[in-house]
């Protein structure tokens, strides 16, 4: 009996260890980088066992349990969306703290960053996404989409109608890129190739640029240091960012990552471009 009694103590003990733990993972507010999913998991089933997609207000978080409702405050310019966790993730760099979908990261005005800093808190609890009201913009009418839309489209996005759930997701980059509004034509160093159209690969984002020059100087620098498979890709905007390498996995991005920070103490995130 006494033996009883002493293993049920026990399991009791552990159980209340247990829960202890449990809210200690989901936090009211949470800081950290936001990160966007890759067209790639369109479709893909979710760690929760949800079918992902890019249309709708969800995300993945490590720490906030299934069917939190979230606040996402960009830091920098205050823009917030509203999302539903229904995956788990991200996974590799700890700063990154939150995967959004497409359309959510549209409305924190992020997708040509790739990631930035936000804060996270929690609102509520609900089996149901978060749909658009009428202060937010539809995903047709984001920035890369209103250049190419008809009048009809265009409209349609000045009178932020609501987007529906079965619109594919725009490509993140034209595939023909409008003429450059630098001050200088963009000449790449000798072994550093320019991108203009999206690779479908994951790469290391290391600096972003405006002015062609300033681009083509640093790639070299970078070059002569001995960096290996630098990229200038050349957005439609005319935006230049430097890339480190074309890699299937997100994975194999993240160990180029850390291979930076240790021999080159550059700093970068990863991307899928």
């Known amino acids: 009996m006494r ?3 002493i ?22 507010q949470q800081t950290g980088y936001a990160t966007y999913y890759a067209d790639k998991y369109q479709g893909r089933t979710t760690a929760y066992g949800e079918t992902f997609s890019q249309n709708l207000y969800t995300c993945a978080s490590q720490v906030f349990p299934k069917s939190s409702i979230l606040r996402v405050t ?34 924190l005005d992020m997708i040509r960053e790739g990631r930035t800093r936000v804060k996270i808190e929690k609102i509520s609890v609900s089996m149901s996404n978060p749909t658009p009201n009428k202060n937010l913009r539809s995903i ?5 989409t209103r250049k190419r839309a008809n009048v009809k489209t265009a409209t349609a996005a000045t009178n932020n109608q609501p987007t529906t759930q079965n619109q594919v997701p725009v490509r993140r980059y034209s595939t023909i ?26 790469g290391v984002q290391i600096a972003a640029y405006s002015q062609a020059d300033n681009a083509s100087r ?8 001995g960096i290996q498979n630098l990229y200038l890709l050349q957005e ?31 700093n970068g995130f990863v991307k899928f471009y």
């Open 74 to 107: 960009r830091l920098d310019n205050g823009k917030q969306v509203v999302v539903r966790v229904n995956d788990r993730g991200p996974w590799g760099n700890k700063e990154n703290v939150i995967d959004l979908s497409y359309i959510a990261a549209q409305e």
């Open 3 to 5: 033996v009883f009694l």
């Open 236 to 266: 439609a905007s005319g935006k230049i960012k430097i890339i480190v390498g074309k890699y299937a996995s997100r994975q194999q991005a993240e160990y180029q990552l850390d291979q930076l920070k240790k021999t080159h103490n550059l």
């Open 177 to 202: 890129p409008a003429p450059s509004t630098n001050s200088a034509q963009l000449i790449p160093p000798a072994g550093v190739p320019i991108l203009s159209t999206a690779q479908d690969a994951y």
């Open 140 to 144: 047709t009418g984001s920035t890369m």
């Open 7 to 28: 293993i049920l103590a026990t399991l009791i003990a552990n159980q209340t260890l247990l829960m202890a733990q449990s809210f200690k993972a989901d936090p009211k």
């Open 218 to 225: 640093q790639a070299e620098k970078w070059s002569t240091q």
